[in-house]
């Protein structure tokens, strides 16, 4: 690992990432991070990693930075709130859009210090204008405020969903379901199982092999709601390629109508992206299906917490999953006030998005 700089302030900047992490969740995890290096889904130009020093056995906590000239899921924001450009190109990130921190919680100052004056340092250096810091809980977002300032803006950008779990599967739905929802999810069941659809989970070569069939099912929602393609094919078998990657399948026959790209890490599963062909919902529930397989994969094999993801907030919220909301800062180098009143506008049109959603 060649490390760049050193700083006696309790922080490094390298350009690989540390041998030992500190990880909260699958995307701060060193085997994320390194194959999220080489998915070429986002066009960086550049690349470190913030550090802190080791704190023990365990490591240290870590935070990529990428200047980033075009990242499809930010792009997607700013489409979505019609500030196409409005941030400036390249962009600085600290951590990716991509990466849902649902459970990092508190950010230890060393590493809000660190990613903060290096992306001021690539701001004066270059073309970049402004740094986003995805995807921080509220916990996150007073540790950067504390320890950096207030930023020039705040938008809540996400909302995701998990869950922990019960003593089996039986328990899990009938403690987190109404009556009402849970014989409508039985009978459904059911009635997809009676017709044929089969849900499983599959892993290695058997998933790359489905990826040309799993990729119009990841990006159609995309395109039903005027995004860009969040992912390709190539981006696909890069996550594939992550430590315990797998893709969760709901078939008819050989024909794959819906999946979810799966990440196991010790006894937590993340479900992060994926799809079902819309003409199967009426018939086969393929998202149901998919969803309580996917649970039931869980139980199967130890799990104790399932992070679900964002979207679909209602379905998830009525289906007994915790949601967790996650902020995006915005700093630039100056006060910027015309800046400020557009973030502002992004923050209420994707509030509203996500309570009517």
């Not at 390249?90 to 919680?105: H, N």
């Not at 300032?149 to 739905?173: F, I, K, N, Q």
């Not at 990657?245 to 008819?252: E, G, P, Q, R, Y």
Request: aromatic share 10%; hydrophobic share 35%; with cysteine.
């Amino acid at each position: 690992m060649t490390t760049l700089t050193d700083v006696a302030s309790g922080w490094s900047l390298s350009d690989h990432v540390p041998d030992q992490v500190i990880a909260s969740c699958l995307y701060d995890s060193q085997g994320w991070l390194r194959e999220w290096e080489n998915n070429p889904i986002e066009h960086r130009v550049r690349h470190a990693y913030v550090h802190t020093r080791p704190e023990g056995k365990d490591g240290s906590s870590v935070l990529p930075l990428y200047l980033t000239t075009r990242s499809p899921f930010w792009h997607g924001y700013e489409v979505q709130v019609g500030l196409v450009g409005r941030f400036g190109n390249p962009i600085v990130f600290a951590g990716s859009t991509y990466s849902m921190y649902g459970k990092r919680g508190r950010v230890p100052a060393d590493l809000v210090r660190g990613a903060y004056d290096t992306a001021m340092e690539w701001i004066a250096d270059g073309d970049a204008e402004t740094l986003v810091v995805p995807n921080l809980t509220k916990e996150g977002v007073a540790d950067w405020v504390a320890t950096v300032g207030p930023p020039t803006g705040r938008v809540l950008l996400e909302r995701t969903y998990s869950c922990e779990m019960s003593r089996d599967y039986e328990a899990h739905v009938h403690e987190r379901l109404p009556n009402k929802i849970r014989r409508d999810v039985a009978r459904r069941l059911r009635r997809a199982h009676e017709r044929g659809l089969r849900v499983e989970m599959v892993e290695g070569d058997a998933a790359h092999d489905l990826v040309p069939a799993a990729f119009p099912l990841t990006v159609d929602t995309s395109d039903k709601n005027d995004w860009p393609a969040l992912f390709d094919q190539e981006a696909l078998h890069s996550m594939l390629r992550v430590p315990g990657a797998m893709m969760l399948t709901a078939k008819l026959g050989d024909r794959l109508v819906g999946a979810f790209f799966a990440f196991r890490r010790g006894d937590e599963v993340t479900y992060m992206c994926g799809g079902v062909d819309y003409a199967t919902l009426n018939d086969y529930s393929t998202y149901i299906a998919l969803m309580y397989g996917g649970t039931r994969w869980a139980y199967e094999n130890g799990m104790r917490r399932i992070e679900w993801g964002r979207d679909n907030y209602r379905f998830k919220e009525r289906h007994g999953l915790t949601g967790t909301n996650l902020y995006a800062l915005v700093y630039t180098p100056r006060p910027q006030p015309d800046l400020s009143v557009d973030i502002a506008h992004m923050h209420w049109v994707l509030f509203d998005y996500i309570e009517a959603h």
